[in-house]
């Protein structure tokens, strides 16, 4: 999968493993990922998938941090939330809101097995012990998009790896490296308290 990584993303990493600023961060990006891909959605489905999304993303930041936790890379673990996120649309059948192929889903799937086994995540399960109690909050399914599917969002040709595009629009395998001066201060959300 192809992701950005800048100076945003590492500021969030440290406000969410860091105490006290986590919460708020959390209910930042919650808010962020919710936004991104219902814009991406149908305009007259977004509504109903709102809710969905936003329990999605919140089990997603728990993901994230337990990947950091087990040892993988920034940009790996951020690609294991969105990996999660594909398979949920997948099972769903909203297509038009992939940023991975349908055909790359099971090498994006083994690529992290490991992990994914460890916390009995599969694509039919996508958050695995991730899911909040009760599940997700329901939201209408389009299965009929899987028979001919739409990825207008999905870019492919990158299973084989993490690539990030930088702030420079340099592609770079695996990721950066962390930069020095990140302060979990600077994470959108921390400031404001809210």
């Known amino acids: 999968m192809k ?13 969410l493993t860091a105490p006290v ?3 708020f961060t959390r209910r930042k990006l ?13 305009e007259a ?11 999605l993303f919140d089990a997603t ?12 890379p920034e940009a790996e673990a951020r690609e294991i939330t969105h990996v999660q996120a ?28 490991e992990f994914f086994d460890t916390h009995g995540i599969t694509i039919d399960d996508p958050l695995g012990e ?19 599917p739409e990825h207008p969002h999905a870019e492919g040709g990158f299973a084989d790896d993490a690539y990030v595009e ?13 930069p020095a001066d990140v302060s979990a201060g600077d994470a959108p959300g921390v400031e404001s308290g809210n």
Do not use: C
């Open 3 to 15: 992701l950005r990584q800048n100076a945003r993303h590492w500021a969030f990493k440290a406000a």
């Open 21 to 23: 600023v986590g919460g």
């Open 30 to 42: 919650v808010d962020m990922h919710t936004g991104i891909f219902l814009d991406k959605a149908e």
């Open 45 to 55: 489905r977004r509504e109903e998938r709102r809710e969905h999304l936003d329990a």
């Open 61 to 72: 930041t728990d993901t994230y941090v337990a990947a950091l936790r087990a040892g993988y």
């Open 86 to 113: 594909n398979f949920d649309f997948y099972n769903h059948g909203w297509t038009e809101m992939m940023e991975i192929p349908i055909g790359e889903l099971e090498p994006h799937y083994d690529r992290y097995a």
């Open 130 to 148: 991730f899911e909040p109690d009760g599940g997700l909050p329901s939201a209408p399914s389009t299965p009929a998009k899987l028979d001919d």
């Open 166 to 178: 930088t702030e420079d629009g340099d592609l770079v395998v695996g990721g950066q490296d962390e």
